[in-house]
């Protein structure tokens, strides 16, 4: 996707550009967080002896290189963040895009991408690069695309954007649906030294459509601030990524405040709430947590479900997440728990259980839970299957 900036890039600079993993052929090594990826990168920068560097992404990549800006800000000389966010969309958005994935492939992200990634006039107009894209994520591994949807998440640096100490140039696409001006402008207030660059006509791969204006942009940013001879490097996009709200997201509402009279943990160890509500809000859902706890009457009873049922139990290390769904299910078709199998079939689905694991579960809870009781999960664990794993139109 850098292609057309390559040649005026190289002129006077280094250039070192990276695929993605399972991305443009590169070996499908599933990761967990963006910071690992930036852990990578720096070590293959340590390898060609790269210490100090520019550098340029793109969607996923420009998260990269908030994240390396953040935690090796010693290495990163300037950065150029291009359809960048420091929240892509919503962490539900994500998880659910990689259950999809998991289920139908990657065919329903391919036919969607053009639409995502280009302006209709230019999708109408070239026909070739609309094909690339599309074939482009065909051919990435789906294990690493479901662990990219995994790593954006979780990714929010939000709260840290103050704390980018290098000049930052900030471009995106006036048509950019992805990560539109919006998220950009919240960029720029964020970064001390951050300037906004509106690129017209274009959407979300703005190298691509627009690249002389692209090229121009990062010529001028990496020549003004004059960073020590290194590498540039530019950094593919996520394949589709899942179009984020046209305002930043809002920050999580604040949990309630434990009640007073609510028991305490005993004393000497960690209290386990915080630890369960992240595990809560990573396999139900924010949108679920974040109805649950808005009942102000329940207050006490969540914060029991909270504490013990996520940072005690599910949080123990004796079995994998993909395990405790399996039990959870046959436990709530045996007790006929049908909204709690609706929100653990979603569960499930993102803990990597399939769709023909799950249905086999419930059939074979009909031998020891009885008939009737697996004929009627099975139509609620069907309509959430439904629910979650049906492509984007």
């Not at 990657?106 to 109408?124: C, I, K, S, V, Y």
């Not at 290390?317 to 653990?344: M, Q």
Request: hydrophobic share 45%; aromatic share 6%; net charge negative.
């Amino acid at each position: 996707m850098w292609d057309r900036q390559i040649p005026e890039l190289t002129r006077d600079r280094r250039v070192v550009r990276f695929d993605l993993p399972g991305h443009g052929g590169a070996p499908a090594q599933p990761f967990t967080s963006v910071a690992e990826l930036g852990d990578r990168l720096l070590a293959t920068l340590d390898a060609l002896g790269v210490q100090r560097f520019g550098y340029a992404g793109c969607s996923l990549g420009g998260a990269v290189g908030l994240d390396l800006a953040l935690r090796a800000p010693h290495r990163v000389a300037s950065l150029a963040l291009v359809a960048t966010a420091p929240r892509f969309g919503t962490a539900d958005e994500f998880r659910q895009r990689g259950v999809v994935v998991r289920t139908n492939g990657l065919e329903p992200m391919a036919r969607t991408a053009p639409e995502q990634w280009f302006t209709p006039h230019f999708a109408a107009n070239q026909p070739a690069i609309v094909d690339w894209a599309v074939q482009m994520v065909r051919t990435t591994d789906a294990a690493c695309y479901v662990a990219a949807c995994e790593a954006l998440a979780v990714f929010d640096v939000r709260a840290a954007l103050g704390s980018i100490g290098v000049p930052a140039l900030v471009l995106v696409g006036s048509e950019d649906r992805v990560t539109g001006p919006a998220e950009a402008r919240t960029l720029v207030a964020g970064i001390a030294d951050a300037k906004l660059a509106v690129v017209p006509g274009a959407s979300h791969l703005a190298p691509v459509e627009q690249p002389a204006a692209v090229t121009d942009l990062l010529l001028e940013h990496f020549s003004a601030t004059g960073h020590d001879t290194g590498g540039l490097h530019a950094v593919p996009p996520v394949p589709g990524p899942a179009p984020a709200p046209a305002e930043p997201v809002p920050a999580t509402p604040v949990v309630p405040a434990v009640p007073e009279e609510a028991e305490e943990p005993p004393a000497g160890r960690p209290d386990p709430y915080e630890k369960g509500l992240g595990l809560r809000r990573e396999i139900l859902g924010d949108a679920h947590v974040d109805r649950a706890l808005a009942d102000a009457d329940a207050a006490d009873f969540q914060e029991l479900v909270t504490r013990y049922a996520w940072g005690e139990v599910w949080a123990r290390e004796g079995l994998d997440r993909r395990t405790r769904s399996v039990v959870t299910l046959t436990a709530l078709v045996a007790g006929g728990h049908r909204e709690a199998l609706a929100d653990h079939t979603r569960a499930a689905l993102r803990n990597g259980l399939s769709p023909a694991e799950i249905r086999e579960i419930v059939l074979h809870t009909a031998v020891y839970c009885g008939l009737p009781a697996a004929e009627t999960a099975l139509g609620t664990v069907g309509r959430a299957i439904a629910e979650e794993t049906t492509p984007p139109a």
